[in-house]
């Protein structure tokens, strides 16, 4: 089904560990964007992307990595997680210009 | 500093009654400005977009929003609450209107009563 796909849904893991985010779209647009969801802060840019090979910081970037090799993907890797990294983390795309955001369903990260 | 303040944290209505959210932003310029509501354990879906012209928006399930430019808002309203409703709404700010650089307020919660 076309869309944005967000994977896993939901992860506990442990202080230390990496982690990696999963976010696949089927649209082919050229922007993608990693947010973080935290209580009292609604949405958060951590990176995101004008196109593949593309990316830039965003508010909040420390303790993140990103990369895209394909349109299609973004993937969000925390080298060494930390417990002020849990949160729900939504990737979002867009073909850019005026054009509104799209958003997946969102994966709850848990970090011990 | 840029920022978009939604002053209330949580609001309850009953179903039935009108509905006003608040949405202030700070910014120099008039960006493009946006209303998403997230159901609970769901994404963002996009309720309408302001981009120029008529200040008063249309957007999906009857909601509409009003740019004031002398007041730096952009407040959603809906005439009749239904229970659905009930969600978190977020106001947005694309401060290059370029797509690439939203700012989303604290989120209002909204709470239907039957």
């Known amino acids: 089904d076309a869309g944005i796909t967000q994977s896993p849904r939901y992860k506990i893991t442990e202080t230390g560990r990496q982690v990696t985010l999963m976010c696949h779209q089927t649209?082919?647009?050229?922007?993608m964007f990693w947010y973080r969801q935290d209580l009292g802060h609604g949405l958060r840019l951590i990176y995101y992307?004008?196109?593949?090979?593309?990316?830039d910081k965003g508010e909040v970037p420390d303790g993140y990595v990103v990369s895209r090799s394909k349109t299609e993907n973004f993937p969000l890797t925390l080298e060494s997680a930390t417990r002020s990294q849990t949160s729900v983390y939504f990737c979002?795309?867009?073909?850019?210009?005026?054009?509104?955001?799209?958003f997946g369903p969102g994966t709850r990260l848990t970090v011990l | 500093a840029q920022s978009v303040t939604q002053p209330d944290i949580h609001i309850t209505v009953s179903e039935g009654a009108s509905l006003e959210l608040r949405c202030n932003y700070s910014?120099?310029?008039?960006?493009?400005l946006f209303w998403y509501v997230q159901s609970p354990g769901q994404g963002l879906q996009l309720l309408l977009k302001?981009?120029?012209?008529?200040?008063l928006v249309q957007g999906i399930k009857g909601f509409e929003a009003e740019f004031k430019r002398s007041q730096s808002s952009f407040n959603l309203r809906k005439p009749s609450v239904h229970w659905s409703d009930a969600a978190e709404y977020f106001c947005?700010?694309?401060?290059?209107?370029?797509?690439?650089?939203?700012?989303f307020g604290p989120g209002t919660r909204l709470s239907v009563l039957p």
């Open positions: 979002a795309s867009s073909s850019g210009g005026a054009n509104e955001q799209f």
């Open positions: 649209w082919s647009h050229s922007y």
């Open positions: 992307s004008a196109a593949a090979d593309i990316t």
């Open positions: 910014y120099g310029a008039t960006p493009y």
């Open positions: 302001y981009f120029s012209g008529d200040t």
């Open positions: 947005a700010v694309d401060l290059d209107n370029y797509g690439q650089n939203f700012v």
